[in-house]
């Protein structure tokens, strides 16, 4: 695990959420590779909520391009990897598995600009090697726990036409046996009482 912190950096709050939600879980390489293509304004940065009054991009839905912020994360990010291949860290399965941004305390403008507070930002940014869910997943399958567990197929045996047809036959004749009995029964029971008369 890798860690790097970036205090009191002089951008938007709202577009490093959006930078941060958008590659939390992936990979370093795809992220670094997505944040260098929004600095050249190739790939757009989908704004899913501070979205008010921002316009569409195409095949994405309302989105910018924050150059500024991008390039501050993509500097945090980049120290983060140096801070994990000196921890012994693999550079090729590093994943982002945490990164957070904060608002940081705004501090008054000077001279022509008084009256207006500076935006500053806290990110933070949290690396780990992405080998850990593929050795629960390789315990699963040879435990044979888990989602891979294979459900044990019950055999069923597959009884013959003839067979079918001779219970179907079987049962009927008992059905028909039980009835002719309980008439039988009821006869003798007529019988008996016309005698005591």
């Known amino acids: 695990m890798a860690k790097a912190l970036g205090s009191g950096l002089p951008i938007s709050t709202k577009h490093s959420v959006e930078i941060c939600n958008l590659i939390r879980n992936m990979k370093l390489a795809k992220a670094k590779e997505l944040l260098e293509a929004v600095v050249s304004k190739k790939k757009a940065v989908p704004f899913k909520r501070h979205n008010a009054d921002v316009g569409h991009k195409t095949g994405i839905g309302p989105g910018r391009y924050p150059i500024k912020a991008s390039g501050e994360v993509l500097s945090i990010l980049k120290t983060a990897e140096h801070n994990a291949l000196s921890n ?15 608002k ?39 435990t044979g726990k888990g989602k891979t567990e294979e459900k044990k197929k019950v055999e069923t045996k597959e009884i013959p036409k003839e067979n079918k047809e001779q219970e179907q036959k079987n049962k009927i004749n008992k059905i028909q046996e039980n009835k002719n009995t309980k008439i039988k029964e009821s006869k003798n029971i007529k019988t008996e009482e016309q005698n005591k008369k």
Not at 89 to 99: F, G
Not at 127 to 134: I, N, P
Request: hydrophobic share 30%; charged share 45%.
């Open 88 to 102: 012994d860290l693999s550079k090729d399965k590093l994943v982002i598995a945490h990164i957070n941004a904060q």
């Open 104 to 142: 940081a305390s705004t501090p008054w403008r000077s001279g022509r600009h008084r009256r207006r507070k500076a935006k500053r930002t806290h990110i933070e940014v949290v690396l780990k090697e992405a080998e850990e869910k593929v050795k629960e997943k390789q315990k699963n399958k040879e």
